[in-house]
């Protein structure tokens, strides 16, 4: 049985998104004691501070996943050179009302894949800044820009050969990472 929940957040809500398929795959490379969910934030309205008194369910639901959780992995595209809007605004509720963050003091790690040469690096610059003000602990290394090519996967949908070394590297580094700021 899992002794660690890691919550997963996708930041794209594209059926066919290469960081969804990822978040899949790097899930299977976990340790046996780790559980990995991923959450949904398609359906989150759009942040407003004037709702922070009375937040929609599916805002709810968000931060009792968050809170049930051990860690966060951030698996996110990159979009104009950042976050999509809907990462940054899940990342907006959770956060709030001021002083009620689910993401305080969560070890966080941050991933991503692009077709793009430097993979998804300028995006999770950007994020890294975010969760910073969040209090999250995050993972510094190793980094991980994935450019999506057509090793990347195999057959059946796990992270392919040419790349598998160090997508495994990247998950146990974050694994200790996690056991590091969870005491255990």
Not at 86 to 97: C, E, Q, T
């Given at each position: ?71 966060v992995i951030f ?26 963050s689910s993401w ?81």
């Open positions: 049985m899992a002794s660690y929940r890691i919550a997963v957040i996708v930041g794209s809500l594209r059926r066919d998104s290469f960081n969804r398929k990822f978040a899949t795959a790097l899930a299977r490379l976990g340790p046996a004691d780790f559980s990995f969910v991923q959450l949904e934030i398609g359906d989150l309205p759009l942040y407003d501070q004037d709702d922070d008194d009375n937040q929609a369910a599916p805002v709810k639901r968000l931060k009792s996943e968050i809170a049930a959780s051990h860690g698996v996110t595209p990159e979009y104009n050179r950042s976050i999509p809007g809907v990462l940054k605004n899940a990342i907006d509720h959770a956060s709030r009302p001021y002083g009620d305080k003091d969560k070890p966080a790690g941050v991933i991503g894949v692009s077709p793009g040469a430097i993979g998804t690096a300028l995006a999770q610059q950007h994020l890294r800044n975010i969760l910073a003000c969040l209090g999250m602990p995050t993972l510094g290394l190793p980094e991980a820009f994935i450019q999506a090519n057509d090793s990347l996967f195999d057959a059946e949908g796990n992270i392919g050969e040419r790349s598998r070394k160090f997508v495994q590297g990247w998950m146990d580094t974050y694994a200790a990472w996690v056991r590091l700021h969870t005491g255990a």
